[in-house]
Each structure stands twice: as C-alpha cells, then as structure tokens.
C-alpha cells in the first residue's frame, strides 16, 4: 500500500471492530470532511477519499497488490469490518488540492507505469506537466525507495517520501532518487476539484443496506457455525460421558460381578441417563443406588473400595471434561 | 420348677436339639436383618418364625392348650411364606436391579398377619385335634410347595450373580432347601398316607384301624429322613446366615 501523506490526523488507531461503517461514513460526510479515511487490517488496507464530505474514492488493497474499487472496495470494507476482530481506523484531514491529488494517486488516470527514467526526457515530460496544466501526482522510484510529487494545475504543490509524515517543500530527495540507478516512474492525472465534487459514492451505494446484509449474513454464519460447534461439543461430550459410563461399569463389575453392569444401567437410566455423571446432585444420588445394590451382593470392605475407586474415577472424569 | 424338669425329662432329646438349632438359627437370622437391606429382612424374619414355630416343641403350655398349638403351625405358614416374599424380592432384584419398599413395612405386615391368625383362631372353635393336625398338614404342603419354589429361585438368582461374593451363600440357601424339603415333604408323606403319631393318637380314640405295620419299613425310613433333616435344617440355617455375614462383611 502507497505511503501516504498524514496531514491533520482527526482519529488515530481506532478499532474498526466497535465502529459500524454507515455511522462513520455519515459523520464524516455531514461533517463536510476534506482528506481521507484509512482502514488497515492484518491483510488489506481501504482508503475512502473524501471531498466536502463526499465520497469520491474507494480503493481496496490486499498485500499481495490485488485492488478492488468503489463499490467492490466498499463491500469488501463492509465484510472485513463484520468478520474480522481486528483492525484500525484512521482519519487524515487534508486539504482539497492534496485529496485530489490522492485520489489521483489511487484511482487516476495512468499516463505512466513503471517506466524507466533513463529512458525518458524527464524535463520535457516535466514541462509537459506545466503546460498541459496537470493535476495529479508523479511517483518516483526504486526498489528501495520512493517519492511522489503532487501537481495542481502543472505547479508542484509538494513533495512526499518514504519515512516522512507529511508533505514537504523541499525536492532534494526526489532529485536523490532520480538519480538513483534504475529509478522508474509512475505518471498519474485526476480531474480537477470541481469534477470529483460531482461524484459521491455515498449517493451511489446503499452503505446501510449492504452492511444490514453483511451484519445479517454474518449473523447467520455465526449462528451456523454455533450450532455446528454445539453439536460438536455435544459429540465430544457424548463419547467422553460413555467412556466414563463404561469405565464406572469395568469398575463395578470388579467387585459386584457381571450382573453389575446392569445395576450401572438401571441407576443411570432412574438418574436421567449417563449426563447425570456430570451433575453434583445426581452423581451423588447414582453412587447411592449403586451403593444400596451392592449391599445385596458383595461385602462392606469391597464396597468401600469399590465406592471410593468410583468417585475417583468420575472427579477425574468431570475435571477433564 | 418340678413341672419344668418333668417336662425335659419327657422332651425327646433330637426335639431339644433341634428346637435349640432352630434358635440359634433364628437369632443370627434376626441379627442379620438389623444392619441389611429389605430383602433380607423378609428372609431372615421368615426364619426367625421357623424357631418360634419350632418352639412349640418345648412350650409347655402347646400340648393343653390346642389353640396355641394351632398357632405355632400357623406361625410356621406364615413363616415359609415371608420366606419366599424375601427371595422372589431378590429374584426381582437381580431381574430389574429395583430395590423397593421398607423394613417396617415387612415387620408391620407379619405381625398384622399373625395377629390376624390368633383373631381367627380366637373366635372359632378349640380346635380338635384332628383340626390341629389338619392345619399341620397344610403348614407341611405349603412348605413342601413353597420349598420346591424357592429352590427354582435360588438356582436363578445363583445363575444371575455366580460371579459375585454371596453367589455361594445363595447355594447353602440352595442346601437348607433341600433338607426343609425332605423334613417337610418326610411329614406330609406320613401324614397323607395317615401313618403320623397324630393320626395314630386319633384312631386310639376313634376304634379306627392303621395299615401302618404293613408299611412300618418306609414309616421308619420317612420318620429318620424327618427327624435329621429337620437337624440338618436348623443346623444348615444358622451356618447359611453366618457365611452370608462373614461373606458381607
């Protein structure tokens, strides 16, 4: 993603999961908000250009450089603030001809893409910048570096590098990286203010609707996946209460004998079936029935073991559970 | 006093002995009860009955008063009866794993029985004692049945739980059937076929005549077969609730 220049920041580092689009982009617009918003997740950055509060740009950047504009950029803006736990929101105020000027960085017109400037009359393209009275920016740069120069109507309005904040006056490090080998430059041009004043993205797009039906989908995907995780868990639970309900059955089985797994099931299923394990309550009342039972079939030392074997194996149970 | 010593001289010493096994048999039956669960409340009280219906051999008050005696009979139906309740419960038991009911319920519901028998015996008649040996010869039916019955259940409920400790109680349960049964049925035999020393005391009084010398053989086979099985009886007892005890223990 393009460095770009901060200008008066209004918010820094807000976390995008507490914001509901529809209400920034409405305070922002009613707050007739000259600059640009960015929205920077662990994947993607989304810059929102604003004019007099205004919407005239969206552009949407994954890391690996794929881009998605206006209403594309927009939804996916949309779907990343409602899925993602993350993020950060930041608000840069600047002022007209320098939004301009970014918007011209991020959704202008390319005269030039990459093209070497060795192999061009920069002077000449330079006063052709001037002549034709230009506005937009020229980025010049190397594999380390890069600068951009923002034009007005063909004059610089300033200059802007890697590791600066902010627009500066001097071109000293521009001329730096011109002269570095193998710089290149990117060529881009805009309309002028008046024109991007008439477009507005927020007229275009229903940012409520989409994010109703972003929020909505999600919702469903959560519940979906809830109840898939539920289910789940249920499962897991199921197989761990009957390898417990097996393993109280070995249990009484050692002492009572094989008529013991029926004394288990019948306690069981009188206590609500193998959950009851887990109940304080009724895990007391099952080993209490197991108890009486056993009392008619084997003597009181075996019982006491048996009794004290039991409760260990379901307290071991239950704290892994 | 003189009358006591009297009455031992006349007392047959294998009825001693065997009144005296039928009481220790009842008190470690009735011990055993107190700290156990129900089901072996019913057995053990039905055991303890057998003593106080046994007890008539030495009471000296049974012989001249015919309405008690009646009622040691009757004490003794009663007794095979609470016997079975016990093992059909444990049968159920190692069926259905239920475990139901009270201790007092048992207690409350013999002696309302009983009570119910000395009501019964009040209001009617003396009975005679062809009437008393009638109601010997039932009390002697039932426990032939009701032994035949038991050793049924004993054998199930040993098959139930063979792997567990008391399995090998359930089969000495198994041996003091079998030697109630032969005491029992020896009687009944003797009783149906009229060559009992009752009806023999009977017929003195009645003119009537026995076949009894033509069979005296199986008379005396059936009288022996009566008076040790009835020994082996208590004794087989006694032993029974002191192996369960030390088996439970």
Not at chain 2, 41 to 62: E, K, R
Not at chain 2, 95 to 106: A, L, M, Y
Not at chain 2, 107 to 136: Q, W
Not at chain 2, 211 to 232: K, P
């Amino acid at each position: 993603m393009f460095l770009l220049p901060k200008g008066n920041p209004l918010f820094e580092n807000l976390a995008v999961s507490k914001l509901k689009l529809p209400e920034v982009l409405l305070k922002l617009s009613t707050g007739n908000f000259t600059g640009y918003a960015s929205f920077v997740f662990q994947s993607s950055t989304t810059i929102l250009v604003f004019e007099s509060g205004k919407l005239v740009s969206a552009l949407l950047e994954q890391n690996n450089g794929s881009r998605q504009t206006g209403f594309e950029a927009i939804s996916s803006l949309v779907d990343l603030m409602v899925t993602s736990g993350n993020g950060i929101l930041n608000v840069y105020k600047l002022s007209k001809d320098l939004t301009m000027c970014i918007h011209a960085l991020l959704q202008g017109e390319i005269l030039y893409k990459a093209q070497e400037l060795k192999l061009i009359d920069i002077k000449t393209l330079l006063e052709k910048i001037k002549s034709d009275q230009m506005n937009g920016c020229l980025r010049i740069y190397t594999n380390e570096r890069s600068a951009i120069i923002f034009y007005k109507d063909g004059n610089p309005l300033g200059f802007f590098h890697d590791g600066s904040h902010d627009i500066e006056t001097s071109s000293t490090e521009s001329q730096k990286i011109a002269g570095l080998p193998g710089a290149k430059i990117d060529l881009y041009s805009t309309q002028g203010i008046e024109e991007l004043m008439g477009v507005d993205l927020l007229e275009v797009v229903n940012i409520q609707k989409i994010w109703d039906t972003a929020i909505s989908l999600n919702q469903t995907e959560k519940d979906k996946t809830g109840k898939e995780r539920e289910e789940r868990d249920r499962k897991i639970a199921a197989l761990k209460l009957a390898d417990l309900e097996e393993q109280v059955k070995v249990i009484v089985t050692e002492y009572v004998g094989k008529v013991g797994r029926g004394v288990v099931d019948k306690e069981l299923a009188d206590q609500g079936g193998n959950a009851c394990l887990m109940d304080e309550t009724r895990v007391v009342r099952f080993i209490a029935g197991i108890e009486r039972s056993a009392k008619l079939l084997i003597g009181a030392t075996s019982i006491k073991a048996m009794m004290e074997k039991l409760s260990s194996a379901i307290a071991t149970a239950n704290h892994n559970l | 006093m003189e009358y006591f010593i009297d009455l031992l001289g006349r007392l047959n010493p294998f009825d001693t002995i065997q009144v005296i096994l039928w009481g220790l048999a009842g008190v470690m039956s009735f011990y055993f009860s107190i700290g156990n669960a129900r089901v072996w409340t019913s057995i053990s009280l039905g055991f303890f009955l057998v003593f106080l219906s046994q007890a008539y051999l030495m009471n000296p008050f049974a012989e001249s008063y015919y309405k008690l005696s009646a009622f040691h009979y009757i004490i003794g139906t009663v007794a095979i009866m609470v016997i079975t309740h016990g093992f059909l419960e444990y049968y159920v038991f190692c069926r259905t794993f239920e475990i139901s009911g009270k201790k007092f319920i048992v207690y409350l519901t013999t002696a309302f029985i009983l009570a119910g028998s000395g009501v019964f015996l009040a209001i009617n008649p003396t009975p005679s004692p062809n009437t008393i040996r009638n109601i010997k010869m039932v009390e002697n039916s039932i426990w032939v049945f009701l032994s035949l019955m038991n050793l049924e259940l004993i054998r199930k409920i040993y098959v139930a739980i063979k792997d567990s400790t008391i399995s090998k109680g359930f089969f000495a349960f198994g041996i003091v059937f079998l030697c109630i049964f032969l005491w029992k049925g020896s009687e009944l035999y003797l009783q149906v076929y009229q060559w009992d020393k009752e009806w023999l005391e009977i017929i003195t009084l009645t003119d009537e005549e026995s076949n009894i010398e033509d069979f005296i053989g199986r008379v005396q086979f059936s009288q022996l077969v009566s008076r040790y099985a009835a020994l082996c009886s208590g004794f087989s007892v006694g032993g029974t609730f002191v192996y369960i005890y030390r088996l439970l223990r």
